[in-house]
């Protein structure tokens, strides 16, 4: 399994932001994927989860501002971010279902909120 997370950036509060996650090694298109994010001296904390036909579930402090998506012909899965906030300032990772809840293999992607 390999996951190359990519996106990240510093944006004002408000913005938006597009994080991409490459995956190979397994059959990503049969996977169940989520994103999840470690916050500055806290814990791994689940954001959203995309079956393989698409269909999806949030977290309550992100739903209806972020959206996940997948490119199974690019093995490539999305979160797209909008109204950012402060709170949401974090390293995001991928992850297959089957490794949810242990250390992230990607070297994840820094997203910064501040003005």
């Known amino acids: 399994v390999q996951l190359a997370e990519s996106g990240g950036g510093l944006v004002q509060p408000g913005g938006s932001l597009r994080l991409s996650c490459a995956a190979s090694g397994f059959p990503f298109s049969y996977v169940i994927m989520n994103w999840v994010r470690q916050a500055p001296g806290k814990g791994l904390e689940w954001v959203s989860r995309?079956?393989?036909?698409?269909?999806?579930y949030y977290a309550d402090y992100v739903k209806g501002r972020f959206t996940i998506s997948r490119d199974n012909a690019r093995n490539t899965l999305y979160l797209q971010m909008n109204n950012l906030q402060a709170e949401d300032t974090a390293v995001y990772y991928c992850a297959t279902q089957g490794e949810l809840g242990r250390p992230p293999r990607g070297q994840g992607t820094q997203v910064r909120v501040s003005s």
């Open positions: 995309i079956s393989p036909g698409g269909t999806t």
